[in-house]
C-alpha cells in the first residue's frame, strides 16, 4: 500500500498539506531535541535549524490561502551536498550532546526532508505539482548544505 501512496500525486491543496505537516514534524523534532540538551551551542544549532522549519511551515500554510507560494521563493535548481548523513550517525540526542551530535541530528532531519520531496516529486512526475515539490527540494537541499558547511568548518579533521 506504501508503495502505492508513494506513486500517488496529491493535489495543490492536498500537497501543500502535506509538505505543512512534514514540516511541522521537523520543527516539533527539533523543539523535543532543544528542551533535553543541556549544551548551549548545541541548543542554538538547534534553534537556528528550528527556525527554518518554521520559516517553511509558514510559507506553505501562506500557499495554502493565497493559492501559490511567496514569490516562488523556492529555488529553481538543487544545490549539491557532502551526503554527510550517511557519514555521521547521529539520529538521536541524549542530554549531554554537543554542538556537533546536534549538527549531525540537523542534518539527518534535513536529509529527511529532502527524502520525503523527492518521493512526493516523483509521484507528480509529468503534473503541474511536480514542479512545486522540485522547488521545495531545492530549497531544502540548500538548508542541508548549509547545515554540511557549518559542519564541515567546524568540525573536518582539515579544518
Known amino acids: 500500500m ?14 501543500l498539506e502535506a509538505a505543512v505537516k512534514m514540516e511541522n514534524d521537523g520543527f516539533r523534532s527539533y523543539l523535543e531535541a532543544m528542551r533535553k540538551l543541556k549544551n548551549k551551542q548545541a541548543r ?12 517553511h511551515k509558514h510559507a506553505l500554510e501562506r500557499a495554502l490561502v493565497e ?4 514569490g516562488e521563493h ?12 550517511y557519514v555521521l550517525h ?3 540526542l541524549s542530554p549531554d550532546a554537543d554542538a556537533r551530535q ?15 520531496y523527492q ?7 509529468g503534473a503541474p505539482m511536480a514542479k512545486l515539490f522540485e522547488k521545495l527540494l531545492n530549497d531544502e537541499t540548500r538548508h542541508l548544505q548549509e547545515l554540511e558547511d557549518m559542519y564541515e568548518r567546524h568540525f573536518m579533521a582539515e579544518n
Open 74 to 85: 523556492a529555488m529553481e535548481r538543487p544545490v549539491p551536498t557532502m551526503n554527510l548523513d
Open 67 to 70: 493559492g501559490t507560494i511567496e
Open 102 to 116: 546536534a549538527l549531525a541530528f540537523a542534518i539527518h532531519l534535513e536529509k529527511h526532508a529532502i527524502d520525503f
Open 119 to 125: 518521493k512526493m516529486m516523483q509521484g507528480c512526475e
Open 2 to 15: 506504501s508503495s502505492n501512496k508513494a506513486k500517488a500525486c496529491y493535489t495543490y491543496e492536498a500537497a
Open 90 to 92: 547521529q539520529k538521536e
Open 44 to 55: 542554538l544549532v538547534l534553534k537556528d535549524a528550528a527556525l527554518d522549519e518554521l520559516e
